[in-house]
């Protein structure tokens, strides 16, 4: 019995639990960065360990040494708290996604509408942090980015829950246990869709092209000015498991996640899908100027938002056909 | 109980968006932007003052460094000032070589600006692509005068290194690569929708407004007019290579891109035709050290626009007045009409779309009557 | 999406970045280095002194000899000293690593070799 409870407490905080996870969020911090450095043609990180595969922790680490300075017009509870909050969420979203086995370390029927409202909370973190720090760049960010998450949440639940009537279950470990088991990826049952939620996770992440909450030019640093130290290092965290996250959600539900393939385990090419998605992030985030909020809201509305209906139309019409 | 509906958004004197430090404050009402109050002068150096301090070849150095990316227009516009205060003048292979040296910085100035507007709408893959290219010409810049930023390439009398057919067939083989770097620059420019969307009509200046604003340089010839100091008022050897001014009727930040991007190619065939034209003879003839009693005024078109400097001289070896004014100086109020109704995120692109550089403009002297006391210099307001 | 070709061929490619200071960017010749003096060819004229601008040359002592007493801190590397020279004694190399902490060691001193005296 307490080789069980230790084994799921080992599960719980080692592999695949927290540290895994937080050492995933620095490594996908370093490829994302290695990534998109090259095709800057730049090196990236390069000294901090063997081709600079520290910097992320390097960064994490530097910054928990720095002065946390506190605005003195700063609403102090929720500045303090928020940091912690933006950390912990997308840590507490990715129990929820299968990854060393064809469950996830919770699961329960409607955890997928839980990972979805788990993205909403974390942009209200945004919100809340910029709000609290009661400086005119900080406002001016978290204003766009509830202005931002308006626009997306709608799409994204669409093109989320768009694998969910195919399998007919609210379940993020079901929707991965039908992939492996039908051997097709929504990838390429609901190509729209896969699309749609790759620019909707880009807007969820802030990334460029929709960086705006965060724009360096125009607003320093947006919702993020007047934090510094280890408030900062917790959302650097929180900002690589965020993507960690998302890379997760994608490899997940639209390319099969973690399957056993022959003898290699599942989480191998858990990752393996999870770097891909990540690549195309970075790629992304690579090609494209940053738009304007009026732009962006403007994009969803008229084209994404009907984009994503449709394919959930057509996935109805093909369900009804073809039962 | 009201509270205000606007808030003030400082930008500067530090801000990422501004590459050298100027304040200005913003009114914004929601996303737009409702007035703008700029305050000017954060690099002031005093360099007016110090070019009474200093004999004409000293000054020649300070000249050059009033700013990094226009020193030879600098250098060029002060030395054509000193040689007509002398009654000297340059040998035309001097002017050949100083119009070469000229277009060759306008070249890099204006790819410059195309990676800062890039980084300012968020491209940034484009912005080090275009900085990477630009090494070539800096590189060149190195081998032909020995320093990458600062040339030294002017004197008073002429230049002070020759363009050997080495130096030329290096300078051709840049030209070459870079004008195919330039037409891809133009492409990407014209296609690419996330950078037409932030530039395609942000920050509107009608012609007429331009005019009577008193915009220079490319940000008047993206509004539709044709002002070029080099077509205009000839000097070094312009006036014997044929080449026309660039404009554009778009008015906006996306047609000052254009504007420059194309200048750049136009820049290209100057330096060929100079090069293929290039007199034979001496480079330089000896300046005197005293200059007799006079006052000149000398303009060049520097990449930012109409540069004027204004010298006098009272018999000695140092100059008695010198004045600089600086094309961003001119194109300031411009700049505040255009950034007035706009959306926030639009501030930087316009901001960076009058190619600001601050250092040379900062040169206000505001003289005190009566001695003593300090004063403030009046903010600018535009309205 | 205008990139996309340029950033496949990028990632392809070798970074343009040089990883200073193993790769260095080796001056050019001409490039305007550090100024070196001769003294075998210096005459001690004080003309170097006469045309710096900033004034970071210095003749000290007096008849042969004085010292030339170069402040690397005031150097502006615009080769008027090397202009100036009748005899072509000054030169500038391609030394461009010249930061230092000690404001001591940005001073350089040249000196004539001193005849060898004759014994007695």
Known sequence: MTQIIAFEIFELLVFPGIAFMVLMGFLFEWVDRKFFARIQSRYGPLYTGPVGILQPFADFVKLLSKEDMVPRACDRGLFTFVPILYATLPLTALFLIPIASEAGLVEFDGDLILLIFIFGMTTIAVFLAGWSSMSRFSILGSVRSVLQMLSYEIPLGLVLIGPAIATKSLSIGEIVRWQASNGAWFLWLQPIGFAILVICLLAELELIPFDIPEAETEIVAGWRTEFSGRKLAMFRLGRDLEIVLAASVVASIYLGGAQAIGPIPPAFSFILKALGALLIFSFTRALFARLRIDQMITGMWKFLLPLAIAQVALLQIELGAFG | MGYASTIK??????????????????????????????????????????????????????????????????????????????????????????????????????????????????????????????????????????????????????????????????????????????????????????????????????????????????????????????????????????????????????????????????????????????????????????????????????????????????????????????????????????????????????????????????????????????????????? | MSLVREAFRQLRKKPCTLKYPVEKSAPTQGFRGLPVWDMEKCILCVLCQNACPPGAIKLVGKGQEAEIEYFLDRCIFCEECVEACPKKAISMSGEFELANFDRGKMRFRFRKERAPQKPQ
């Open chain 2, 9 to 383: 958004v400082p930008f500067g004197p530090q801000h990422p968006a501004l590459k050298e430090p100027e304040h200005f404050l913003f009114e914004v009402e929601g996303d737009t932007v409702v007035g703008v109050k700029p305050r000017i002068g954060y690099v002031h150096r005093g360099m007016e003052k110090a070019f009474e301090l200093g004999t004409y070849t000293h000054d020649l150095y300070l000249a050059e460094r009033i700013c990094g990316i226009c020193t030879a227009a600098h250098t060029t516009c002060y030395t054509q000032a000193v040689e007509e205060l002398m009654g000297i003048e340059a040998p035309p292979r001097a002017k050949y070589i100083r119009t070469i040296i000229a277009e060759l910085e306008r070249i890099q100035s204006h790819s410059l600006w195309i990676g800062i507007v890039a980084h300012e709408a968020g491209f940034d893959t484009f912005f080090m692509y275009v900085w990477r290219d630009r090494e070539a010409v800096m590189n060149l810049f190195e081998e032909l005068t020995g320093g990458r930023v600062l040339h030294a390439m002017n004197a008073i009398g002429g230049v002070r290194r020759d363009i050997t057919p080495e130096g030329a067939s290096k300078i051709r083989k840049v030209l070459d690569y870079f004008e195919g770097r330039t037409k891809e620059y133009l492409r990407v420019i014209r296609t690419e929708q996330t950078f037409l969307k932030r530039t395609q009509g942000v920050g509107i200046l009608k012609p007429n407004e331009a005019v009577k604003l008193g915009a220079v340089g490319p940000t008047l010839r993206a509004s539709g007019r044709k002002d070029d100091v080099r077509i205009d008022d000839p000097y070094v050897a312009y006036g014997e290579i044929p080449f026309n001014a660039i404009s554009s009727d778009g008015c906006d930040a996306l047609s000052r891109t254009l504007v420059r991007a194309e200048e750049m190619i136009e820049s290209i065939r100057i330096i060929r035709h100079a090069l293929d034209k290039m007199p034979v003879g001496a480079i330089r003839v000896r300046a005197p050290k005293v200059a007799p009693p006079a006052e000149t005024v000398s303009r060049v078109e520097a990449p930012r626009g109409e540069l004027i400097h204004y010298a006098r001289s009272n018999g000695t070896a140092k100059p008695e007045r010198y004045k600089v004014r600086s094309p961003t100086l001119a194109n300031i109020p411009s700049l505040c009409k255009t950034l007035t109704g706009i959306h926030v995120a639009d501030i930087p692109i316009i901001l960076a779309g009058i190619d600001p550089c601050f250092s040379c403009m900062d040169r206000l002297l505001v003289p005190v009557k009566g001695g003593g006391g300090t004063r403030h210099i009046a903010k600018l307001r535009v309205g």
